[in-house]
């Protein structure tokens, strides 16, 4: 997990300082590779659905003008975010199996991203910037 936030740093950082571009998205993927990664990720969306006073497993909020998402789960104990600030995002989350957890949060402008969790106990954030 360590390497992970140091790399999600070091490319954040670098993001920064490069210059702007019109019409791109930079998007950062986080996969638990562990069960403590996971556990960390599961606690991390269960914290942000507390905060939000989100009360199901599966939500979708979007804030801004023709946004898309999608989100289907088979299974039992699955947490899955959607969360759209901007415009003309498009997101779709399935997941498939039981204990999974995943956030994909979408910012910016016109920025796209689908995820297939299929499988038990996997954990997964999925940020992008969409300019």
Request: hydrophobic share 40%.
């Amino acid at each position: 997990m360590k390497r992970t936030l140091t790399a999600l740093t070091l490319a954040a950082s670098t993001a920064l300082a490069a210059p702007a571009l019109a019409g791109g998205v930079l998007s950062f993927e986080v996969n638990a590779q562990n069960a403590q990664e996971a556990n960390a990720i599961h606690n991390g969306l269960t914290l942000y659905k507390v905060v939000n006073d989100i009360k199901t497993n599966g939500h979708v909020t979007q804030n801004g003008l023709n946004n898309l998402a999608a989100l289907g789960q088979s299974g039992h104990g699955n947490v899955g975010l959607i969360h759209q600030d901007g415009d003309n995002h498009d997101a779709s989350l399935s997941q498939t199996g039981n204990h999974n957890s995943y956030g994909i949060f979408q910012v910016g402008e016109g920025a796209s991203g689908h995820v297939d969790q299929t499988g038990n106990g996997q954990a997964g954030i999925l940020l992008q910037i969409g300019f």
